[in-house]
Structure formats: structure tokens, C-alpha cells
């Protein structure tokens, strides 16, 4: 097994991850330094993408690329990184290997070959907005979740009682992911495969965005008058780019309504103005 890491300046980190979803849909692993991000992948000799693209995109923000050898018992040690999380006090995120626990509803994800556990702080900051809104509003109703990865934002609002719960992601192997993921945990999500740059599916009252910066900028290009849900959870965007992602979705008719933070990452809330 081989990794595979790219690291760049902290400015350039979500072009580089951007193109690195295209060119490795198995799965990402991120770690922040002092004044750079490593982006690592994982993979057999000759089966890991040619990078050079990474370098192009990074520009002058490109560091380095470094490949190591992993030791032959990764496939064992990689569960230890894997933990239980609890989320907002109500929902309980864990892989299959570690026990329920009382009083929190049960999520359960296994890493695989798509995105999202639930760990990293952008699902974590969707989950916490989606249970302000299922405290607010119990009676839930349809739910479009954008991006869907491993389909953690999608089974947890079922859960939150929201459905149909409709779920789309440019991977298949995220659409295969949030299926097999829907069948462990009994919940029943409709997974569709879509490029959103190509164009958008027909939104639901509350749609969920856990995408990129660049992303979610192309998605507010495409919203119109007669496809704007009533509540819309964005994250997957730095700090930084809060007002930018913001001020997009205000032009089409959203209004902000709250912003959340967690480290470098942070969340919108917008809602259809009246």
C-alpha cells in the first residue's frame, strides 16, 4: 500500500482538494500544518492517479508531493483512527465495530471508499444545523442532501425525521456507499448519481450543501426563482469564504440566518425571504 501526499499553502487548500476528489473519488485524508495542508490518498502500485493536474491547479501554492510506503498491517491498525462521535447530544456516529450508546440516536457509518464518518468538522457543523432544525420544526418533511459522500447527512435526517430524504453525489461509489450505508441503518433514501456542474435536481424545502467553496458557488449560480428550498445548510467552506458563499445564495433570494464555526471550517444557514 502506498500514500500518496500533496501539500500546499493553507490559501490554495480547497482548489487542491477540489481537483483531488475528481482525480481519487476513494477518499481523502486531510491534516493541517502551521503554514501548509497535506492532502493524502491511499492505493496499490498503479493504481493511484497521476497528480501533475494538482500541481497546475496549486500554482504558486503548491509545496511538495511525497509518497511513502505504508506498513503491510494498515488494513488492521486504520480502525483505531476511527471513533465514536456525538453530535449535538442526539445523534450517535459510530462504525459498526463500536457499541451503541444509550440516549442518542443510533448513526452507523463504516470508512470506506467514499467520503464522510461524521468526524470531519464540516458533517459535524451540517448534523448540529440539522438538529437546530429538527428541534425547531419535529415535523420534517422532504430533505435534498447535496453531496451526499458516504450518506451520513442523509441517514440522520432520516432519523431527525425528515423524507423523503433524497440524496446526490458525481461518484458512484458514494451513491453505492449511501445505499449500503441506508440498509445497515434501516432508513430509506432515494441516491441519485448527478454532476452538479451540469446542473441541479429539483430541491427539496430543506436541502443540505456539504460541499466545497467553488462548488457551492456553481450550485447558487443555477438556483432560480422556481427551484429555491425554504432552508438551506451549506458547509464544506473556510472560515474565509463565509461572506463570498453568503452573499452568492443572498442574490438569489436567500437570506442568512445564522453561521456556525469549527477550527478553519464553517457553515451557513439561509432561508427563503419572505
Known amino acids: 500500500m502506498i500514500r500518496l501526499a500533496v501539500r ?3 490559501d490554495q487548500a480547497e482548489i487542491v482538494l477540489a481537483e483531488l476528489t475528481v482525480l481519487a473519488p476513494n477518499g481523502v485524508e486531510e491534516e493541517r500544518g502551521t503554514d501548509y495542508v497535506e492532502f493524502a490518498i491511499y492505493g496499490g502500485e498503479g493504481e493511484l492517479p497521476d497528480l501533475g493536474a494538482l500541481e497546475v491547479a496549486a500554482g504558486d501554492g503548491f509545496v511538495e508531493l511525497v509518497s511513502t510506503e505504508v506498513p503491510d498491517d494498515w488494513a488492521d491498525r486504520w480502525q483505531d483512527f476511527h471513533k465514536p462521535v456525538l453530535v449535538g447530544r442526539r445523534l450517535w456516529l459510530r462504525p459498526s465495530w463500536e457499541p451503541v450508546q444509550e440516549g442518542a440516536i443510533d448513526v452507523i457509518v463504516d470508512p470506506g471508499q467514499a467520503f464522510g464518518t461524521g468526524a470531519h468538522p464540516t458533517t459535524r ?7 437546530a432544525l429538527a428541534e425547531g420544526d419535529p415535523g ?3 430533505l435534498t442532501d447535496l453531496g451526499t459522500g458516504s450518506g451520513v447527512l442523509a441517514i440522520a435526517a432520516a432519523k431527525l425525521g425528515w423524507g423523503p430524504v433524497h440524496a446526490y453525489d458525481h461518484e458512484q461509489l458514494s451513491v453505492e456507499a449511501t445505499e449500503a450505508n441506508a440498509g445497515i441503518n434501516q432508513v430509506s433514501i432515494e441516491v441519485t448519481r448527478l454532476n452538479f456542474r451540469e446542473g441541479l435536481p429539483s430541491l427539496a424545502t430543506t436541502t443540505v450543501a456539504n460541499l466545497t467553496a467553488p462548488i457551492l458557488l456553481i450550485v447558487a449560480d443555477q438556483l432560480s426563482a422556481g427551484n429555491l428550498p425554504r432552508t438551506l445548510i451549506c458547509s464544506g467552506l473556510l472560515v474565509e469564504e463565509q461572506d463570498l458563499v453568503s452573499e452568492a445564495f443572498e442574490a438569489t433570494g436567500m437570506s442568512e440566518v445564522s453561521r ?3 477550527g478553519d471550517w464553517a457553515s451557513l444557514v439561509l432561508r427563503l425571504a419572505a
Open 260 to 262: 456556525a464555526q469549527d
Open 8 to 10: 500546499c499553502r493553507p
Open 125 to 131: 457543523l451540517c448534523l448540529e444545523a440539522l438538529i
Open 140 to 142: 420534517g418533511g422532504p
